[in-house]
């Protein structure tokens, strides 16, 4: 399925995560990303994108599945290394310990792709369970704290964090009052640290998918969601996965060497502030 559907119809349940449309032009080589969600959806497409593009991984994830296990292999197929670093980024001494195995490995981060993200629908507020308020918090936006604050001590000049946003950032809907909160903040978040980062030469930024096909999808939405999902934007389907990769490239290159505090929209057309 290399050509993205017309409708969502005629979409795939397994989507397209650029394993055959991704052609590498060494535009990362030599450098050392870290991924989080590197397993699946957007994040399985930047891994093969960047490791194409040749860049050595860390991959997080929730649990060791079948898609990370495949992920591993395509990105070794591609000679470069793969480290798989699973368990759960809500807990702050994890994503501690995740920075520490990239910098006993790799001695270095030069990318920080803080992208794992959860959500879950609800009608009203009072059916929002308040530690699924605290856990939508705890991986959506506290784990971008503590990556980046471990992080940030081992990337040199050059350095580049980017950050999964959403259109919900701009557009919060309602059904997703917990999720849509955690992507505004993730707004301020990247426009102040690159703020604060910019004299040490780290660039940070930000893409705003909007609806994009990815097991997400099916796992957190009703079926009558899933059967509409896309269908108001612009374009008039959701994304496959791989057609956010080349945001998170651009982001990553070292000839964005200006480009920081920005939010790319990736929308479909959809209108983004
Ligand atoms: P996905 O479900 O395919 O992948 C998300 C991955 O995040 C999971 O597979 C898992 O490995 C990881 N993850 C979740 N909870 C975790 C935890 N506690 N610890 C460690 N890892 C955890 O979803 P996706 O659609 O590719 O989502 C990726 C990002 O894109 C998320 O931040 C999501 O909010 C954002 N996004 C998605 C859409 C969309 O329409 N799919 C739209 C806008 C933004």
Known sequence: HQDPPGSFARMD??????EDRWKGAGRLDGKVALITGGDSGIGRAVAIAYSREGADLGLSWLEETEDARSTQELVRET?????SLCGDISDPEHCRGIVARMVEKFGRIDILVNNAGHQALFDQIE??????????????????FHLAKAAVPHMREGGAIINTAS???DRPNPKLLAYATTKGAIQNFTSGLAQMLA????????????????PLIPSSMSPDHVANFGKNSPIGRPA???ELASAYVMLAEPMSSYVSGATIAVTGGAPFI
């Open 127 to 144: 059916d929002i369970p308040d530690d699924e308020w605290r856990r939508t918090f705890a991986i959506n936006i506290d784990a971008m």
């Open 240 to 242: 496959q996965p791989v």
């Open 167 to 169: 259109i919900n950032s």
């Open 79 to 83: 000679g470069r290394e793969c480290l």
């Open 13 to 18: 349940p397994c989507p397209d995560h650029g």
């Open 199 to 214: 004299g040490r030469g780290i660039r940070v930024n930000a893409v705003a998918p909007g609806p994009v096909w990815t």
